[in-house]
T-cell receptor, first 110, second 115 residues
Framework: EDQVTQSPEALRLQEGESSSLNCSYT??????LFWYRQDPGKGPEFLFT???AGEEKEKERLKATLTKKESFLHITAPKPEDSATYLC???????????FGKGTLLTVNP | DTGVSQDPRHKITKRGQNVTFRCDPI?????LYWYRQTLGQGPEFLTY????????KSRLLSDRFSAERPKGSFSTLEIQRTEQGDSAMYLC?????????????FGPGTRLTVL
């Protein structure tokens, strides 16, 4: 069974203080690793899809990287509007579904 | 906006009542998913449709839950005889077919509260 563990559960940063979120996974035959952002009371908003170890993708202040066992979401010089829960999910083998971690709640203080 | 839409956004019901939620996927997305999310947890898979065929159901989907996707367009999720444990956010997602289109796009969700 696919498993995803995210750490830390919560992270509080000052504006401009860069950091990284971790997503560790076990999956039989990775078909894709996905990062989403979720604001309170809303549905997850797609950020990145990574397919193979060594792959990196960037969008504004965010950069996602992938190894064979984990993925990192690096946040550079965050702003208060980056405050949200960041969810990591995997799709493995012949599964149709995504398996999600519990998320990391990021708070960026001005 | 041509994203995934869900209706209603919020539903409050009494225990034992039946409720139905609707999901309209992104136009031309033939794959549709339902997930359930409780506070502090990530979304959990419920069921999957490819066109009108329901191809996978989670063991979380008890016999009180039923989902349909007539004509491969919108989908409905019905919960019969609701229980307090059914209180959650119900999320719908859709995906296009094709080798480079693994990304699922989510709707805003329906928040269900069972009193």
């Amino acid at each position: 069974e696919d498993q995803v563990t995210q750490s830390p559960e919560a992270l509080r940063l000052q504006e401009g203080e860069s950091s990284s979120l971790n997503c560790s996974y076990t999956v039989s035959g990775l078909r894709g690793l996905f990062w989403y952002r979720q604001d309170p009371g809303k549905g997850p908003e797609f950020l990145f899809t990574l397919y193979s170890a060594g792959e990196e993708k960037e969008k504004e202040r965010l950069k996602a990287t992938l190894t064979k066992k984990e993925s990192f979401l690096h946040i550079t010089a965050p702003k208060p509007e980056d405050s949200a829960t960041y969810l990591c999910a995997v799709r493995g083998g012949s599964n149709y579904k995504l398996t999600f971690g519990k998320g990391t709640l990021l708070t960026v203080n001005p | 906006d041509t994203g995934v839409s869900q209706d209603p956004r919020h539903k409050i019901t009494k225990r034992g009542q039946n409720v139905t939620f609707r999901c309209d996927p992104i136009s031309e997305h033939n794959r549709l998913y339902w997930y359930r999310q409780t506070l502090g947890q990530g979304p959990e898979f419920l069921t999957y449709f490819q066109n009108e065929a329901q191809l996978e159901k989670s063991r979380l989907l008890s016999d009180r839950f039923s989902a349909e996707r007539p004509k491969g367009s919108f989908s409905t999720l019905e919960i019969q005889r609701t229980e307090q444990g059914d209180s959650a956010m119900y999320l719908c997602a859709s995906r296009a077919s094709g080798a480079d289109t693994d990304t699922q796009y989510f709707g805003p969700g329906t928040r269900l509260t069972v009193l």
